[in-house]
């Protein structure tokens, strides 16, 4: 079967750095992608890692490795904005479907 | 523009009822999903669309039926609505073309059965 494994909360401060994990089982593996989702809305994709190595974008990066079965989404310069859940996700095959994780909530207080 | 809009945004209705929850994408992507987020969040897929045909159909009661018209448009009807239903909906779309296979959500719609 197929199963990701994140925290189910965390709390950091605002201007600081926090690190989300995701850890996954897969019977084959495609890539990793993570998802944002404030309440009340919809989940927006945020990065997409298919290598091993950190992927930055902005303020965010993610990272892989892909013999630890193991990412993490690490957030900088953290705002009140970012406070959301994050989701990690895995595509399966060639079938379009994407398996999420449980999601971490973040809170980012001031 | 909205990229994937889904009507209504919200629907309360009364156990037993049958209701529909529509879905358009005006992004020309080929592929299309409903999605159940319960209300711990957990996000789970329930049918995807191809090209109007479906390609996924997750273990899900037959009283959901899906219905893909055209590839930009992909609608949910669910007979005999159960309490565990209640449930936010969320549509989505993609373009795969490799494992990237970024998907698009709507803005959601809350089910609540009463």
Redesign the interface.
């Known amino acids: 079967g197929q199963s990701l494994e994140q925290p189910s909360e965390v709390t950091a401060v605002e201007g600081a750095i926090v690190q989300i994990n995701c850890t996954y089982q897969t019977s084959g593996f495609?890539?990793l992608?993570w998802y944002q989702?404030h309440d009340g809305?919809?989940?927006?994709?945020l990065s997409?890692n298919?290598l091993d190595g950190l992927e930055e974008t902005g303020r965010f990066s993610s990272f892989l490795s892909r013999s630890d079965s193991y990412g993490y989404l690490l957030l900088q310069e953290l705002q009140m904005k970012d406070s959301a859940?994050y989701?990690c996700a895995v595509?399966m095959d060639s079938?379009?479907?994407?398996?999420?994780g449980?999601?971490t909530?973040l809170l980012v207080r001031p | 523009d909205t990229a994937v809009s889904q009507t209504p945004k919200y629907l309360v209705t009364q156990m037993g009822n049958d209701k529909s929850i529509k879905c358009e994408q005006n992004l020309g992507h080929d592929?299309m999903?409903w999605y159940k987020q319960d209300s711990?969040?957990?996000?789970?897929?329930m049918f995807?669309y191809?090209n109007k045909e479906l390609?996924?159909n997750e273990t899900v009661p037959n009283r959901f039926s899906p219905k893909s018209p055209d590839k930009a448009h992909l609608n949910l009807h669910i007979n005999s609505l159960e309490l565990g239903d209640s449930a936010v909906y969320?549509c989505a779309s993609?373009q795969?073309g490799s494992?990237?296979?970024?998907?698009?959500?709507?803005?959601?719609t809350r089910l609540t059965v009463l």
């Open positions: 495609y890539g992608s989702q809305g919809a989940p927006t994709f997409y298919a859940s989701f595509p079938s379009y479907k994407l398996i999420f449980s999601g909530r | 592929t999903y711990k969040k957990f996000l789970k897929i995807s191809n390609i996924i969320f993609s795969p494992f990237y296979n970024e998907q698009f959500f709507g803005p959601g």
